[in-house]
């Protein structure tokens, strides 16, 4: 058929995706694991009833466990709704489900892996497009990624159809395995074609730190150090290490919330306005401010930093025990279940404005929140009448619970005197829109299926972020036990915490 | 009554009878009150907050449907805090007069939150008082918050009161599919919005229900592979349920989605024929010339048939050689899609065909801001049409 190819498909024009998925398979390594059945699967079949998938669409899952079509498609149920089950979307949407048991580091699991892909294409008009969904140990990455490689089973550059990968967290577990990593990604699949999943950035109340600055023009101006006095970003969890000990025991707060999670906030909340909302001009933003944190040197690393564990305490009514008493954890571990930071971003825009990072397992209550806190009045006008205490405006970003916007401003308690009392402005999601927020992995499978890579992590950002936290990482391994401060479970952290904000004047917003 | 038994109607969804005059002061004294105390929780001291973020102004002519529309507000003000204006006009009915309540609709978000309640008035006109009923209502909005206005009632262009309200009504909702005629109704529709495109948008909530038709027949042509045959489209079919149409004709949603993809494709119209129900559009694609076919037509009567709409299908090549299909079948839930090359098994797949309830489509509206220049193109082309098709 000849044709002048449409660049866009002019039907999109209008409709709420904008960009949408092409047909193609997601092929799911380590399908017989949990993720695959508790997130992946829900979410794609979620995806499908609200008609977000491709016209053509099927879903190869492949293990190591032995199991027939029809013990997998079982597997994949147990998540969903019974009513749901029983609908015509699920059951066309399980034949399209097929299982392949084989070793990973196997050739010919992917040879027949490759034919079942063929036989899909054609039976199914999937197009040759694939996405690989890396759902397994990070221990078996760089096998099924030069095994893909080698199966020749990845689009090149100019070909018609594509090739996307998506590498589950930890990126590495030190800047040395994340290069590392990487090398052995790019060498195999380009950058473009490598979807780095940080769920944290599918949140609904992350996404909206980027709307709430640049579509609301009131705040940029003030949005700097002029007058910003501080930031803090608080990931707080009244959990323990729950199932996840193993993973836990070698990776501890900071591997598992702070370089990660925590400074992709922080990047949203301190990079300049990019160019354009697409995917590069975003992600060049926040590694610009990756890169501006101010380096310090293993020796420096105390003075900045805290990380502890927790002891016994009672958490919600609840007695707990000790890290080192939990199951699985070594008894004298030297993990830390909670890390702060003080971190200084050397741009024009931030110079001199700490942002404090802290993150802990087993706190007081369960919060995940940026609070910026602005500087006071300059002249003291109410001092000679006022008996209250002038307290800074604050605005603050709930990610979770509660998820909203909040801004404290001073307001006259009525009467004769003038006294002033502390106010709270709220938005609250729950209540200005009663909608059921998507789920991160729903939003971030459909981000990759259309080929929307801007929630995504790019490598350079993987590893700045790693060298921001390197020389902590370093100096905690080289002072053992020495340093590893202690906190009660259920308390507001380490005492050792509070100092390190206490020596600047501030204090940590109260959980 | 004393104020504390009005609070307790009010905040009880009960409609509380007041002065015109006084609406404004008595709310402000109703939320005072519950600012003090909690109506759903007795044990709690946490107090009632009112929210706000849109005007909802609800056109009635029917007093019977009044407290149905107040049940659906009730519903709309969980995803779309407002304030509610339910107007009912009764022209040429009883004594000159206007009448209005206060109530409220109180929700708790989540067990720990403070009741949420947003605000209702409700006015009713008799005889020639409904025409003094838009200078009452704009008053009574909230200063700079978007004013929407969703039409229940008749002769929505003959209207005095939404004349009287153009001026400050951002967004109209309507729905197309209850056009008794769209041959009359759809150019009066493009009027409508034309001449007034600088002060208000439409909405139509006929529009909103073909949207899972629009976005399956996009997804055929979301591969670039499959997005040539854009350019090869020889006939276009909609399929519709005779049974499920109230009065004879074609349903407006039929032309509607011809003028959607005629109108996004830049097609010219040639001609038209009828053939008892059959309406076949001549058409002619604008840069090469190629013609199309565009055929409405009852589907064969099943008893299974549900909704307005049966089937979509667009055939492109030579022979209608490939054919991209979407068909409802015996479930309403469901439609089935196809993609049918020549001499090769057909690719299905089974998807979900939400039906959305009233609720659910007016509060979609509510999150729309501005003008839908897609929706407005494909009324002017189903506007074409129907002129095409009525002077034939």
């Known amino acids: ?511 | 009554m004393s104020s504390q038994n009005s609070l307790d109607v009010v905040l009880k969804g009960q409609p509380l009878e007041v002065d015109i005059a006084a609406i404004e002061e008595q709310l402000r004294e109703l939320w005072k009150g519950a600012a003090q105390e909690d109506i759903h929780d007795e044990e709690s001291t946490r107090p009632v907050a009112r929210t706000s973020v849109l005007n909802l102004v609800v056109y009635l002519e029917d007093p019977s449907s009044e407290q149905r529309i107040t049940e659906a507000i009730s519903e709309l003000t969980m995803e779309n805090p407002c304030r509610a204006i339910v107007v009912t006009a009764l022209q040429g009915q009883g004594v000159s007069s206007i009448e209005a309540w206060i109530s409220a609709h109180c929700h708790r978000p989540s067990p720990t939150s403070k009741v949420m309640c947003c605000e209702q008035v409700s006015l009713r006109a008799c005889g020639t008082s409904v025409r003094e009923l838009a200078p009452t209502v704009v008053p009574l909005l909230i200063s700079d918050l978007p004013v929407f206005v969703w039409w229940k009632g008749s002769r929505l262009f003959e209207s005095e009161f939404l004349e009287g309200i153009s001026d400050v009504c951002d967004r109209l909702i309507l729905d197309s599919k209850s056009f008794d005629s769209p041959e009359v109704d759809f150019p009066r529709l493009e009027e409508y919005i034309q001449t007034r495109s600088d002060r208000l948008a439409v909405s139509d909530v006929a529009w909103h229900r073909l949207k899972q038709w629009r976005e399956l027949t996009a997804q055929f042509f979301d591969a670039p592979v499959l997005r040539a045959h854009l350019n090869h489209i020889e006939k276009v079919t909609v399929e519709f349920n005779e049974r499920a149409v109230q009065r004879s004709g074609v349903p407006p949603q039929a032309f509607l989605l011809v003028g959607w993809l005629a109108s996004r494709l830049h097609w010219e119209i040639i001609g038209t024929e009828t053939q008892d129900a059959t309406r076949r559009f001549h058409l002619r694609a604008r840069d090469g010339g190629r013609p199309i076919t565009a055929e409405i037509c009852p589907a064969d009567a099943r008893p299974e048939l549900s909704g307005h709409l049966v089937s979509f299908e667009i055939a492109t090549g030579e022979d209608w050689a490939t054919a991209f299909r979407i068909a409802k079948g015996g479930n309403p839930n469901c439609a089935q899609t196809e993609i049918a090359f020549a001499h090769l098994p057909p690719y299905r797949r089974v998807i979900p065909l939400r039906i959305y309830n009233e609720v659910e489509l007016i509060a979609r509206q509510l999150e729309v801001f501005g003008h839908d220049r897609i929706y407005e193109d494909a009324i002017a082309m189903a506007s074409a049409l129907v002129k095409t098709s009525r002077s034939t």
């Open chain 1, 1 to 511: 058929m000849t044709s002048t190819m449409p660049l866009t498909n002019p039907l999109r024009e209008g409709l709420l995706a904008e960009r949408s998925a092409e047909p193609c398979i997601v092929v799911i390594f380590g399908a017989s694991g949990d993720l695959a059945k508790r997130k992946l699967i829900p979410a794609l079949f979620s995806l499908a009833e609200q008609q977000l998938l491709p016209s053509a669409f099927a879903i190869v899952g492949i293990s190591r466990r032995n199991m027939t079509h029809e013990e997998f498609c079982q597997s994949q149920r147990e998540f969903i709704e019974e009513e749901r089950l029983k609908t015509p979307v699920w059951k066309s949407f399980e034949e399209g489900m097929s299982y392949i048991s084989a070793d990973f580091s196997d050739p010919s699991g992917y040879k027949r892996l490759a034919d079942e892909l063929t036989r899909i294409d054609r039976d199914r008009g999937t197009l040759n497009n694939r996405l690989y969904y890396l759902s397994t140990p990070p221990g078996a990455y760089s096998e099924i990624i030069r095994q893909l490689g080698a199966a020749r089973m990845v689009a090149g550059k100019g070909s018609k159809n594509w090739t996307r990968i998506v590498i589950e967290k930890p990126f590495g577990r030190d800047f040395d395995s994340a290069h590392a990593l990487n090398e052995e990604v790019n060498g195999v699949f380009s950058e473009d074609q490598v979807y780095r999943i940080d769920h944290y950035l599918g949140k609904e109340t992350v996404q909206n730190i980027i709307v709430f600055r640049f579509a609301n023009g009131i705040f940029e101006p003030i949005w700097n150090r002029r007058y910003v006095d501080h930031v803090q970003i608080t990931v707080a969890e009244t959990l323990g290490v729950e199932h996840r000990a193993a993973y836990y025991e070698t990776s501890g707060a900071t591997r598992d919330m702070v370089q990660n999670h925590m400074l992709q906030v922080m990047n949203l909340v301190a990079m300049e306005p990019p160019a354009a909302l697409d995917a590069d001009a975003l992600r060049d933003e926040k590694t610009k401010v990756l890169r501006a944190i101010r380096p310090v040197s293993v020796e420096e690393a105390l003075k900045y930093s805290v990380r502890a564990q927790y002891n016994r305490g009672f958490v919600a009514g609840r007695e707990v025990p000790a890290y080192r008493q939990e199951e699985n954890v070594n008894p004298e571990s030297l993990t830390e279940t909670y890390c702060a930071f003080k971190f200084f971003v050397d741009n024009w825009r931030w110079a001199g404005v700490p942002f404090y990072l802290r993150s802990g397992k087993r706190l007081a209550k369960r919060v995940s929140e940026v609070a910026i806190q602005f500087k006071g009045v300059p002249h003291l006008l109410f001092g000679q009448t006022a008996n209250d205490h002038l307290e800074p405006n604050m605005l603050v970003l709930k990610i979770q619970p509660d998820e909203g916007i909040t801004l404290r401003f001073g307001a006259k308690l009525p009467g004769q005197s003038m006294h002033i009392r502390w106010v709270n402005m709220d938005f609250r999601y729950g209540t200005s829109f009663g909608v059921k927020t998507p789920e991160a992995y729903e939003r971030l499978l459909h981000d990759c299926l259309r080929g929307d890579a801007t929630l995504f992590a790019r490598r350079d950002s993987v590893e700045a972020a790693w060298k921001v936290i390197m020389p902590y990482l370093t100096s905690w391994q080289e002072s053992k036990e020495k340093n590893l401060a202690q906190y009660e479970a259920g308390a507001q952290g380490p005492a050792e915490a509070d100092a390190l904000i206490a020596a600047d004047k501030r204090k940590w917003r109260r959980l």
